[in-house]
């Protein structure tokens, strides 16, 4: 059993900043993909940025230059920067990991969410 555990989000003024975090804990052998992804009222869930595991990133357009992910392999852990927030940033932000456990069955696992309000 894998649980993903986020944190960092909040409200936030435009223009200010936030980080997210995503630990993920149990019985884990090595974690492939990890992302975020985002959804506002009304919209379908979208991919955010999304790192390998040697680091490659890629990011949506809406948010290049403003937002960077991170991870930290020792920590089974990825981070979310979000610079120069605006108020379509705002949304509830769920990590995602591919992984594989100890067993070495391959499994995608979601975080619970976390809501990122953008506003004055």
């Known amino acids: 059993q894998v649980q993903l555990v986020e944190s960092g989000g909040g409200l936030v003024q435009p223009g200010g900043s936030l980080r997210l975090s995503c630990a993920a804990s149990?019985?884990?052998?090595?974690?492939?993909?990890m992302a975020w992804y985002r959804q506002a009222p009304g919209k379908q869930r979208e991919l955010v940025a999304g790192?390998?595991?040697?680091?490659?990133?890629n990011y949506a357009d809406s948010v290049k230059g403003r937002f960077a992910i991170s991870r930290d392999n020792t920590k089974n852990t990825v981070f979310l920067q979000m610079n120069s927030l605006k108020p379509e940033d705002t949304a509830v932000y769920y990590c995602?990991?591919?992984?594989?456990?100890?067993?070495?069955?391959?499994?995608?696992?979601w975080g619970q969410g976390t809501q990122v309000t953008v506003s004055s």
């Open positions: 149990g019985s884990i052998f090595s974690i492939n993909d």
């Open positions: 790192i390998g595991r040697r680091g490659g990133t």
């Open positions: 995602f990991v591919d992984l594989y456990d100890g067993g070495g069955s391959r499994y995608e696992y």
